[in-house]
């Protein structure tokens, strides 16, 4: 079954940086669109990153994060990646990583970000 894995959350102060990680698996990876979302509680998920499949030639972030997150993906380890840099108190969260397979959405269950001085 399509599982999805996240982790590098952590606390970190505010400017600092983080990588987060997220392995799929029961799917072929290469062949789909990658999503980053996060989650403040109360609030809805907030997409925030995407990349398309194969060599992910095309990214797209949103606004929040321009310019200071980047997402990849290397298809040989079944892994995307979300480079964090500059962060923001506002950028606590749980991030979450999403596939999308026969029109059904998949999550994993996330990981914490904390950026605190």
């Known amino acids: 079954q399509v599982q999805l894995v996240e982790s590098g959350g952590g606390s970190v102060q505010p400017g600092g940086s983080l990588r987060l990680s997220c392995i799929g698996s029961?799917?072929?990876?290469?062949?789909?669109?990658m999503y980053w979302y996060r989650q403040v509680p109360g609030k809805e998920h907030e997409q925030i990153a995407l990349?398309?499949?194969?060599?992910?030639?095309?990214?797209n972030y949103a606004a929040s994060v321009e310019g200071r997150f980047t997402i990849s993906r290397d298809n040989a380890k079944n892994t995307v990646y979300l480079q964090m840099d500059s962060l923001k108190p506002e950028d606590t969260a749980v991030y979450y990583c999403?596939?999308?397979?026969?029109?059904?959405?998949?999550w994993g269950r996330g990981t914490q970000v904390t950026v605190s001085s």
């Open positions: 029961g799917f072929t990876f290469y062949r789909h669109m």
């Open positions: 990349i398309s499949n194969a060599g992910g030639g095309y990214k």
């Open positions: 999403r596939t999308t397979q026969s029109g059904v959405e998949y």
